[in-house]
C-alpha cells in the first residue's frame, strides 16, 4: 500500500510519510528521534539520536518490500510495541 499515489500524486505514500517526518524532525532540533519501519516485523533502522542529518540519510534509503514476498505485511502492532520497548529503555 505505500507504493499507491493516492494521497499527493505522483508521490507514493512513502514519499509523502517520508517527507512528512523529515520536515518533522527539522521542527525539532533538540529533540532525540528515530526511526522504526516495518512491514511484517519491525526494524529499528536508526536508534534516538540529535543527529537529525543522519536520520534524513537513513530515511532517504527507506524502500518498500518485495510485493507478495515473506515480508509483505502491515505488522501495525508489533511495531507499535518494539517502539514503547524502545521508549521504555
Given at each position: 500500500s505505500m507504493t499507491a499515489a493516492d494521497m499527493d500524486a505522483p508521490r507514493t505514500r512513502l514519499d509523502v510519510a517520508r517527507d512528512a517526518a523529515v520536515a518533522f524532525a527539522k521542527?525539532?532540533?533538540?529533540?532525540?528521534?528515530?526511526?522504526?519501519?516495518?512491514?511484517?516485523?519491525?526494524d529499528v533502522r536508526c536508534p534516538l539520536t540529535l543527529d537529525h542529518d543522519a536520520l534524513e540519510t537513513i530515511l532517504r534509503e527507506?524502500?518498500?518490500?518485495?510485493?507478495?514476498?515473506?515480508?509483505?505485511?502491515?505488522?501495525?502492532?508489533?511495531?507499535?510495541?518494539?517502539?514503547?520497548?524502545i521508549l521504555e529503555g
Open positions: 521542527e525539532r532540533p533538540a529533540d532525540r528521534i528515530g526511526l522504526l519501519t516495518f512491514a511484517r516485523f519491525p527507506v524502500r518498500t518490500v518485495e510485493g507478495d514476498g515473506p515480508e509483505d505485511a502491515t505488522g501495525l502492532g508489533t511495531a507499535v510495541a518494539r517502539a514503547a520497548q
